[in-house]
């Protein structure tokens, strides 16, 4: 069975720091891959996909992500946090329609 | 319409009750998932439907019982639950199983 797993449970950066949570996975086939934010008492939001083609993807304020097949790895990154960044990151994969697994979850904490 | 929508928002259910959990969306998606999140973790996969049709159920104990009316709607009947079963429980659907989820905000059971 696949399995997801992220290299932080919890994060601590200062507002401009850069950000750079790490996510692999364990299925060898081929994969659609995503993050995932949940903020505060709210709902799940996607912030970026991968299904094929350039390995860098770039998502929504400001997150991007690189896929590399080689390292079975998408790591999230963000150039300069803001204190609105505080959230729970997930990274969740779907092999093509037999299931979709999510991370454990890295907390993000960005001091003001 | 990119909403995902539940009903109810909270729900307090003693264990001989028997309730039902309400999703619903307009946005043409063929793919419904029921997950369940416990505090501080991940969603976990429990039912999904791909057109209308149970397409995977991760070994979910029966006392949860999930049904899917028209491609719209997906109902999640819940009948002597245990205390253990407290959780938020998430609804999300995708254009397929191969595309990114749409969250809804949740229903938030307790179970006395």
């Known amino acids: 069975a696949q399995s997801v797993s992220q290299h932080n449970h919890h994060v601590i950066l200062s507002e401009a720091a850069s950000l750079e949570l790490g996510c692999n996975y364990s299925y060898g086939g081929t994969v659609n891959l995503f993050w995932y934010v949940q903020y505060p008492g709210q709902h799940l939001q996607l912030l970026l996909k991968y299904f094929s083609g350039d390995p860098l993807v770039k998502g929504i304020k400001g997150f991007e992500a690189e896929f590399i097949k080689s390292k079975f790895s998408f790591n999230l990154r963000k150039p300069s946090v803001q204190w609105s960044d505080t959230a729970e990151y997930f990274c969740a994969v779907n092999n093509y329609g037999q299931n979709f697994v999510f991370g454990p979850g890295t907390r993000l904490s960005v001091l003001p | 319409d990119t909403e995902v929508t539940q009903t109810p928002k909270h729900l307090v259910m003693g264990m001989t009750n028997k309730k039902s959990l309400k999703c619903e969306q307009h946005?043409?998606?063929?793919?419904m998932y029921w997950y369940k999140q416990k505090a501080k973790k991940p969603p976990e996969l429990m039912f999904v439907?791909?057109?209308?049709?149970?397409?995977i159920n991760e070994s979910v104990p029966s006392r949860f019982s999930p049904e899917c009316p028209n491609s719209s709607l997906l109902n999640l009947h819940l009948h002597a639950l245990q205390p253990e079963d407290s959780a938020l429980y998430l609804c999300?659907?995708?254009?397929?199983?191969?595309?990114?989820?749409?969250f809804g905000q949740g229903t938030r059971l307790t179970v006395v």
């Open positions: 946005m043409g998606h063929r793919a």
């Open positions: 999300a659907s995708s254009k397929n199983m191969n595309t990114e989820a749409f």
């Open positions: 439907y791909s057109y209308e049709k149970l397409s």
